[in-house]
């Protein structure tokens, strides 16, 4: 059974840095992207940063040039790097993850995933 499991969030100050990590396990070959989601209260879900296999990523506009997104294979693991951290990131933060068929980073969605994680809260307080 496929499982994703989200880590790292937590409550910070505005400027600061938390690390988000997803933990796969139960599937044995590489994923064909994944991706960040998050959902604030009262607003739409959306993404956040995608990766495929081929390593390309996409990017929110309003995540550029503070989030990066990275994958290690040999770990199974995903990880949102959120740097200068702004009160409006706060958010539910969801990893997803598709492993069949063909995905790039710049059209991944939420529905076009295979498997999603519980979700990591994250909260910054101005």
């Known amino acids: 059974q496929v499982q994703l499991v989200e880590s790292g969030g937590g409550s910070v100050q505005a400027g600061g840095s938390l690390r988000l990590s997803c933990a796969v396990s139960?599937?044995?070959?590489?994923?064909?992207?994944m991706g960040w989601f998050r959902q604030a209260p009262g607003k739409e879900r959306e993404r956040v940063a995608a990766?495929?296999?081929?390593?390309?990523?996409r990017y929110a506009d309003s995540v550029k040039g503070r989030f990066t997104i990275s994958q290690d294979n040999a770990k199974n693991t995903l990880t949102l790097q959120m740097n200068s951290l702004k009160p409006e990131d706060t958010a539910m933060y969801y990893c997803?993850?598709?492993?069949?068929?063909?995905?790039?980073?710049?059209?991944?969605?939420?529905?076009?995933?295979?498997?999603w994680g519980k979700g990591t809260l994250v909260t910054i307080s101005s």
């Open positions: 990766i495929d296999s081929d390593g390309s990523t």
């Open positions: 139960g599937h044995t070959w590489s994923s064909v992207c």
């Open positions: 997803a993850a598709r492993f069949a068929g063909w995905c790039l980073a710049v059209t991944a969605t939420w529905d076009g995933m295979d498997y």
